[in-house]
């Protein structure tokens, strides 16, 4: 750069304002900029003399601003948070000959390259029934690369999902020795596999890059995809836990196909949630594809899929419009979340009745419940409250329970209430595939919708 010429940091629109009288205070914001490794701060709008060579600065979105008053200094820290990952689906993730699972999270072809080049290591934690079906299959596959590598297999249910389950993880991943940027932990299992694992990971020297690796249906379209992680604690689902996405998923279909018809139900709940918020086609496909989807386990005719397959469709859509919702909010910022559907009431009844319900069978309660809160309101007609409750039968979902009573549906609402501050923040059903967020659901409808519900479908109970 020419000398004599300026650099300029450019003002932050609504980020400064006049000084006050310096009896009162005095407010301004400082953008940071970088020169030779050391950071600085520049007053936003002001110019800076170029002996800083221009290849040599880099400016942060983060800024600091300074408060002086006659009690003292305070400091404001704005630091934007920013993350990258992937969702991959692949065919084969086991066969050797695909190298997704070893190189698949990076993005940098420069770092790809240096990473072949050296020995590659691995810790793997992987749900134990998981590890009876693929664990000779993992090994092999990185046998065939050369990688050193550990598998710890664990029983990964809810009833042990607890932060006793992240620190035996945190204890073997602190003996086997990890590089806490380059060597990612591999997570093999459902939810609460990949749940433990994601905390576990994120507390490892406060943050080891991890891969998930989902193995159920549900996990595949809905626990895999997003930032959360956490476990139970004090009988309270999840209470415990932090947003700290993966540096990738990798989702292969063919682990479904070993999984119980009940599971590949429980998956087929939280698919249905994203269909009824906000995709009526992914609705139609559920309402005629809901029986061959359980008969095939999402297994694409003759193992390849096209893109007329309704396993291969459905599941595309349902990471997409999950992804479409989790992206703009992934720290939940905004507590207004349609992906909250189904997980108003769930939480209660699953952890009152664990271990009788799985998660998407408990969320699929909860929206057989909403849905007559919808009704009741006149958000839906009755034809499609009616489609949207046989629906829910086809894909052999339960739409009752008998412990799921007005008195937990009250207390349930009551928790929420009081943690998402002080708005019931109710995710309903507008029609088939729309949705929007209430407020103002008076109890009145909540004892009205219940009668119905009961009336109409208590003789379902599981």
Known sequence: ????????????????????????????????????????????????????????????????????????????????????????????????????????????????????????????????????????????????????????????????????????????????????RTEPIIAFGGGVCLDAVGLAASLYRRRTPYIRVPTTLLSYVDASVGAKNGVNFCNCKNKIGSYTPPIATFLDRSFIQTIPRRQISNGLGEILKMALMKHKGLFELLEKHGKYLLDTKFQSRNGHACRSDPALTTTRL???????????????????????????????????????????????????????????????????????????RNLELPVWHNVCSLQLIKKALGERFKHSGGKLRLPLPTGLGTAEIFNDVSEETIKSAFAAWRDELGEFST
């Open 1 to 180: 750069m020419p000398a004599g010429d300026l650099l300029t940091i450019p003002p932050v629109r609504g980020s400064t304002k006049p000084d006050v009288p310096e009896s009162r205070s005095k407010q301004k914001e400082y953008q940071l900029v970088q020169v030779k490794n050391t950071w600085c701060r520049v007053e936003c709008g002001q110019e800076i003399p170029t002996t800083w060579e221009e290849d040599q600065v880099v400016v942060s979105q983060a800024k600091i601003g300074e408060q002086v008053t006659e009690s003292g200094v305070s400091w404001t820290v704005k630091a934007p948070i920013y993350f990258c990952y992937k969702v991959v689906e692949t065919l084969n993730l086991l066969n050797p000959r695909n190298k997704t699972l070893l190189y698949g999270h990076g993005s940098d072809p420069q770092e790809l390259e240096d990473n072949q080049k050296k020995t590659q290591k691995r810790f793997v934690v992987m749900d134990a029934t998981v590890e009876q079906l693929y664990g000779s299959k993992v090994r092999k596959y990185f046998e065939a690369h050369n990688v050193i590598y550990k598998i710890l297999a664990l029983e990964t249910t809810e009833e042990n999902k607890s932060i006793d389950l992240v620190l035996h993880i945190l204890e073997e991943v602190h003996k086997f020795g990890l590089d806490r």
């Open 318 to 392: 349902a990471i997409q419009t999950m992804l479409e919702e989790l992206a703009p909010n992934l720290w939940e910022d905004d507590l207004d979340r349609l992906v909250d559907y189904g997980h108003v009431i769930s939480p209660e009844l699953e952890m009152k009745v664990l271990p009788a319900l799985l998660h998407g069978e408990a969320v699929n309660i909860d929206m057989a419940f909403m849905t007559y809160v919808s009704h009741e309101i006149g958000l839906i007609t009755s034809e499609e409250k009616d489609r949207t409750v046989q629906c829910m």
